[in-house]
C-alpha cells in the first residue's frame, strides 16, 4: 500500500473514531441534560403544589379569624348593650332612694357588681381571643408541619 493510502486510511480511522467519541459525548451530555430538566420540572412542580397549599392554609386560617372576630364583636356589643341596659335600671333606682345612706349603698353594690361583671366578662372575651388565636393558627401550624418533612429531605 502506498504511503498516501496509509495515510488517508490512517486519516479516515482517526476521523470515525473522533466521531465515534463525540457521539458518545454528544449522547451522554443530551442524556444529563434531559435528567436535569425532569428534576427541575418536577421540583418546579412540586414548588408550586406546595406553595398552592399554603395560599389555602392562609386562606383558611384568615377565614377563622375574620369570622371569629365578628362573633366577638359580636359578644362584646352585646355585653356593652346589657351594661347600658343596667346602668339605666340603676339610675331608676337611685332616684327612688329615700335617703343618702340608701343612694350609697345601692350605688357600692352597683359599682361592685359592674366591677365582678367587667373582671369576668375580661375573663372570658382573653378566653375566647386565645381560643380564637388557636383555631386561626390551626391550619398554618398544620401546613408547617407537612412542609417539615419536605425540607428536611436532601436532593
Known amino acids: 500500500m502506498s504511503n498516501k493510502t496509509k495515510t488517508t486510511t490512517a486519516f479516515d480511522t482517526g476521523n470515525a473514531a473522533v466521531a465515534d467519541i463525540a457521539a458518545k459525548i454528544t449522547g451522554q451530555t443530551r442524556a444529563?441534560?434531559?435528567?436535569?430538566?425532569?428534576?427541575a420540572m418536577k421540583t418546579g412542580e412540586g414548588l408550586a403544589t406546595f406553595?398552592?397549599?399554603?395560599?389555602?392554609a392562609l386562606t383558611k386560617s384568615t377565614l377563622?379569624?375574620?369570622?371569629?372576630?365578628q362573633d366577638l364583636s359580636k359578644q362584646v356589643a352585646a355585653s356593652f348593650q346589657a351594661s347600658i341596659q343596667e346602668t339605666a335600671g340603676v339610675l331608676k333606682t337611685l332616684g327612688t332612694a329615700k335617703s343618702l345612706k340608701e343612694a350609697i349603698d345601692l350605688q357600692s353594690a352597683v359599682a361592685r357588681t359592674a366591677?365582678?361583671?367587667?373582671?369576668s366578662e375580661s375573663s372570658r372575651?382573653?378566653?375566647a381571643s386565645l381560643k380564637l388565636t388557636e383555631q386561626a393558627l390551626a391550619p398554618l401550624t398544620a401546613r408547617i408541619s407537612a412542609a417539615a418533612p419536605a425540607f428536611g429531605k436532601t436532593a
Open 64 to 69: 377563622i379569624w375574620a369570622a371569629g372576630v
Open 51 to 56: 406553595g398552592q397549599g399554603n395560599i389555602d
Open 32 to 39: 444529563k441534560m434531559t435528567d436535569g430538566i425532569e428534576k
Open 115 to 119: 366591677f365582678e361583671k367587667a373582671m
Open 125 to 127: 372575651f382573653t378566653q
